[in-house]
C-alpha cells in the first residue's frame, strides 16, 4: 500500500498554530491514547473511533425538532424528558449523524482519512511554511498510537519537502517512536512526573515506558531538537521538587529545551458533550505557581 493510501483516524486539522514547533504550522490531531490523564483538554482524542457529541444546550428539543432521530440508522438516539439519549456502543458514527442537526447540538468527534487527503489539506498553506519556516505537527490524542498511519503521514509530508514535527507522550512502540525520529525535524516529548506510582495515579499507566523512549531516542538522534513539555497540575505535579526531578533527568544537549505548561480547563464542556464526568473537579493552579516552577526549570 501507498504511504498516501493509509488510513487513520483524525479528530482535528488546526491551522495556523505557532506553538508546536517553529514557524506557522498545521496542527493534525490523531485519535486515540493509551493514557487516561485526568487533565486532559481533549477527551474526544481519547478514544480510536469517531465519537458523537451532544450539546443540551443548542438543542430544540422533540417539540420542536427530531431529525437526529429520524436520521439515525441504527435508532440510538432516543429523546428521554425533552434531551436526547445516545448509546452508539453498536456503531461508528459519521459525518451523517450531524448533518441534519439545525443548531450544532450534534458533531461528530473524528473521521477516517487518508494519509494523502491529510498532506493535500496541509500543503494548502505551503506559502506560509515557505515564509516562516514552518509546516506540520502531528499530534493526538497521541500520534503514535496509530503507528502505521502517523509513519505513513510522516514519509508522505518528507516526500512533499514539508517540515514536519511530532508530538508525543512517549507511551508508544519502542521501534515506531525511532523511526518517525528519523522522520522528522523536531520532536514534543511530555514527560508528565519522575514517580511511576504518581504517573499511574495521574494517566492510569507508570511512566517506564516513556522514560526508556526518551532515553531511546536522546542517544539515537543526538542532533535532533527536542521540546520537553511539562502540564503543571495541582496536586500532581506543581511542587518545586517535582519538577526539579524531572530537570535533572533531561540529558545537557544544545538542542533540547524545557517547557512548562499551566493547567488550565477549556477542556471541560467536552466531557459533558460526551457525556463523561470532569475528573479535575474544581480544582485551580495557584497562581503563584508557574512563575516559581519555571525559575526552577530555567536553572537546570
Not at 482524542?45 to 427530531?66: F, I, M, N, T, V
Not at 493535500?120 to 514552518?134: C, H
Request: hydrophobic share 35%.
Amino acid at each position: 500500500m501507498k504511504d498516501s493510501d493509509q488510513k487513520g483516524y483524525v479528530f482535528n486539522i488546526q491551522k495556523y498554530t505557532v506553538h508546536d514547533g517553529h514557524g506557522i504550522r498545521t496542527m493534525v490531531f490523531l485519535k486515540g491514547c493509551p493514557l487516561r490523564c485526568a487533565w486532559c483538554s481533549n477527551p474526544e482524542s481519547q478514544h480510536l473511533k469517531p465519537e458523537l457529541a451532544y450539546d443540551e444546550g443548542k438543542c430544540l428539543g422533540g417539540s420542536d425538532c427530531r431529525r437526529c432521530i429520524t436520521n439515525c440508522p441504527t435508532s440510538r438516539i432516543v429523546e428521554v424528558e425533552g434531551l436526547l439519549s445516545i448509546d452508539c456502543d453498536i456503531c461508528d458514527p459519521t459525518p451523517n449523524c450531524a448533518a441534519g442537526c439545525p443548531t450544532g447540538a450534534l458533531s461528530v468527534y473524528g473521521r477516517l482519512v487518508t494519509a494523502g487527503e491529510v498532506l493535500d489539506e496541509v500543503e494548502q498553506d505551503g506559502v506560509f511554511y515557505a515564509r516562516s519556516g514552518g509546516g506540520m505537527t502531528v499530534s493526538g490524542g497521541e500520534a503514535m498510537f496509530q503507528p502505521e498511519f502517523a509513519l505513513a503521514l510522516l514519509r508522505d509530508a518528507r516526500r512533499r519537502r514539508i517540515n514536519t514535527v511530532l508530538e508525543t507522550c512517549g507511551h508508544c512502540s519502542e521501534g515506531a517512536l525511532l523511526e518517525a525520529c528519523g522522520l522528522v525535524d523536531g520532536l514534543i516529548f511530555d514527560i508528565k512526573s519522575m514517580s511511576a506510582e504518581r504517573h499511574r495515579l495521574g494517566t492510569g499507566a507508570g511512566n517506564e515506558l516513556i522514560l526508556r523512549n526518551f532515553g531511546n531516542v536522546c542517544r539515537a538522534f543526538p542532533d535532533l531538537p527536542i521540546t520537553v513539555r511539562t502540564p503543571v497540575i495541582p496536586g500532581f505535579n506543581d511542587s518545586e521538587e517535582d519538577i526539579r526531578a524531572i530537570a535533572a533527568f533531561l540529558p545537557k544537549r544544545a538542542r533540547l529545551t524545557y517547557e512548562l505548561l499551566p493547567y488550565h480547563r477549556m477542556g471541560q464542556p467536552k466531557y459533558r458533550f460526551l457525556s463523561r464526568p470532569f475528573p479535575m473537579g474544581d480544582a485551580k493552579l495557584d497562581p503563584s505557581v508557574m512563575p516559581r516552577l519555571r525559575a526552577v526549570a530555567a536553572a537546570r
